[in-house]
């Protein structure tokens, strides 16, 4: 029979969640019990065999059953349930599908869900979000349950805080005219200061070109970007224990955020050093050391989880490092959950081809802009 989640039950989700398994887990998961809808299936002694919850930001999750009880058709049971009480109760209907939980994701859309591709920065700033990654952002929509736009932008508690690290919003939206009513609210963007609007629809840059206008703002597009996902891991290549590459594969410390600095498209200043330092310490990074031990090749995680920050030393390119480095990356963070995606510039015809060529796909009909405000 069909149920919901009590307390007596948190040792069981949190033992079996990917994300479990410690006090932090557990206190999660007895937070999304006691405060947001869940159902389970229980068997004859009542003990749960198959479960989801709702996350704090309103997401379905936690989906899980119990191995010995699989092949029952209880996911789906438990999803129709949980979405049925879901709409009557006014939430939201969504979801995140890890890149590579291929059933999770054909069981979803046997059942009606559809893929929003121009969400992925959002949907890396609220994977964070979840896992309590620290960025101090906070997330604005225009109505509730029922939103259109939702923007992740960092909160500013001080002076101190807005010469910290770069001033990033993320933004969906599904409708033109409700982005710009929400952008022109009190206190959503500081119209007087350098901000950078990342994964905005190629057709909402006009608006944001007036708008800019109106509150006498400078503004210009950084770049137009192909967004590319990964959702099958076959084209990543083994790699091998005794390639030259893999014995120098280490990750990035605080010693080398300069250098990354200095090599960054959007690198060079201060602002960007503290950035560079925030990936580097919080966040997924690999890179390739020369003999001495000093980096030569790097990818970072930014903080929407996005790739980025790809780069070779010129000196030691056409050796293949960037290749290692994007399929060691993908590994990481699919056996961390992580969404796999990123964003490459229209004009950089050499990492399209790899990424291509790895197995990352887009959508053809789709392009996000990285948007300046009063650019230093």
Not at 107 to 114: A, I, M, P, W, Y
Not at 167 to 196: H, R
Request: aromatic share 12%; hydrophobic share 35%; proline share 5%.
């Amino acid at each position: 029979r069909i149920t919901s989640l009590n307390m007596s039950h948190v040792d069981l989700v949190n033992k079996a969640w990917k994300f479990g398994g410690g006090e932090s887990g557990a206190r999660i998961i007895q937070n999304l019990i006691s405060n947001f809808p869940s159902c389970c299936i229980v068997d004859e002694s009542g003990k749960p065999v198959s479960w989801i919850l709702t996350y704090e930001c309103c997401a379905m999750g936690i989906l899980y059953t119990l191995p010995e009880h699989r092949g029952k058709g209880y996911a789906k049971a438990l999803v129709t349930a949980a979405v049925k009480s879901l709409h009557q109760q006014g939430y939201p209907i969504y979801c995140f599908i890890e890149e590579d939980n291929e059933p999770s994701y054909h069981l979803f859309k046997d059942l009606g869900f559809r893929e929003v591709p121009d969400y992925r920065a959002v949907y890396g700033c609220l994977f964070n979000l979840n896992r309590e990654k620290p960025h101090n952002l906070e997330v604005l929509v225009d109505s509730w349950p029922d939103f259109k736009t939702l923007i992740c932008k960092p909160q500013r508690k001080s002076v101190q805080d807005r010469e910290g690290v770069f001033n990033i919003y993320s933004v969906f939206s599904k409708d033109k005219d409700n982005l710009q009513k929400l952008l022109e609210e009190t206190g959503v963007v500081d119209w007087s200061t350098f901000a950078l609007f990342g994964g905005i629809e190629i057709g909402h840059v006009d608006m944001m070109r007036e708008l800019a206008v109106s509150k006498n703002a400078s503004s210009k597009i950084r770049s137009v970007t192909h967004v590319m996902m990964l959702r099958d891991v076959k084209h990543l290549p083994r790699l091998p224990s005794e390639s030259n590459a893999s014995h120098m594969l280490s990750s990035l410390d605080e010693s080398h955020a300069e250098l990354v600095n200095k090599t960054w498209s959007y690198g060079g200043t201060q602002i960007s050093y503290r950035s560079v330092k925030n990936y580097i310490l919080n966040f997924p990074n690999f890179c390739i050391l020369d003999e001495c031990g000093s980096p030569v090749a790097w990818i970072l995680l930014y903080q929407h989880c996005a790739l980025g920050l790809l780069y070779t030393l010129p000196e030691h390119r056409r050796k293949g490092y960037a290749r290692v480095l994007v399929t060691v990356m993908c590994k990481h963070l699919l056996s961390q959950g992580y969404p796999v995606y990123c964003f490459i510039e229209e004009d950089n015809e050499a990492s399209y081809r790899l990424f291509k060529s790895l197995g990352f796909e887009e959508d053809p009909d789709y392009r996000a802009v990285w948007f300046e405000l009063n650019c230093p």
